[in-house]
């Protein structure tokens, strides 16, 4: 439930998080009343499993909730990695994984931070990194024998219906994935969405065989984002999730994100 439009209805939060539950789902990202950030812990075939959500703060500056104290989790990144890492210390026998909300709208390539991120969860001992948000699939791989997804993609968000009849998305945004993870063995599932049939599976593949970062070498890499990213214009290039810069970029962000939003509120 860490995601950047929960706080549109915040409302509505706790009234899914029952419907969930009573369904049997599992429910993550969600702050807990005493404030602190826990999993949802679950068993299946005798492994045990731990799942952790994270939006990313850039969103819910941007868009807050003022209507009540319901709260996802959407601290600083490098609090999230120590809560995580003692998470994993504290209870070794569970695979943990990490559900990540980050990067932008549309955006092919995950931002070097995201790497680096993601690359530290699994040096803590994380199982895999699975991300979302840009409503495009991006970049998989396998670091340390472990998978990283740096987005699955769109998969069930159909044009024509949000907004009015407004909201449509651009071919790019048809293929979606899925990660497969069976006994420390990972594969990606390919869909086509948002076409004739709402979701339609078309393939498995290895990860080896998917889309893989273009350089392995994150310096080289961030040089190759600068290059060949989708969003340049006034969008700075997150190459770190700590320090001063960081701070610096993210505060410059979040004012670009509140023009833009203050732009298109003139013009409707």
Known sequence: MANNHIYDYPEKILQTKEFLEKQGIGVFGLVGTDREISPYEFEDENEK???????????TATNP???NDEKIVDCKYADFMATVKA????????????????NY????LPFPMHIKLSHDL???????VIGSHSHVTQ??????????AYC???FYLPSGIYFNGKLNYPPKARHTIGLRVDNNHSEVLCFKTDCDKPISFEKTVQIGDYLQLPVSDIESYTTY???????KLLVPVFDSYVGYKYKIKKRWAICRVKLIKSILKILR
Request: contains cysteine; positive net charge.
């Open 139 to 148: 970049c998989v791989e396998e670091y340390k024998s472990r998978p990283i």
């Open 122 to 128: 699994i040096d803590a001992g994380v199982c895999g």
């Open 87 to 102: 998470y994993i210390i504290s209870n070794p026998q569970r695979k943990t994984y990490c559900f990540m909300h980050w």
């Open 152 to 154: 699955l993609g769109n």
């Open 225 to 231: 984002f600068r290059k060949h990213r989708q969003k």
């Open 105 to 108: 709208d549309l955006e092919l």
């Open 65 to 67: 909730n003022r209507v």
């Open 49 to 59: 499993y731990a799942f952790f959500g994270h939006c990313w703060n850039l969103y």
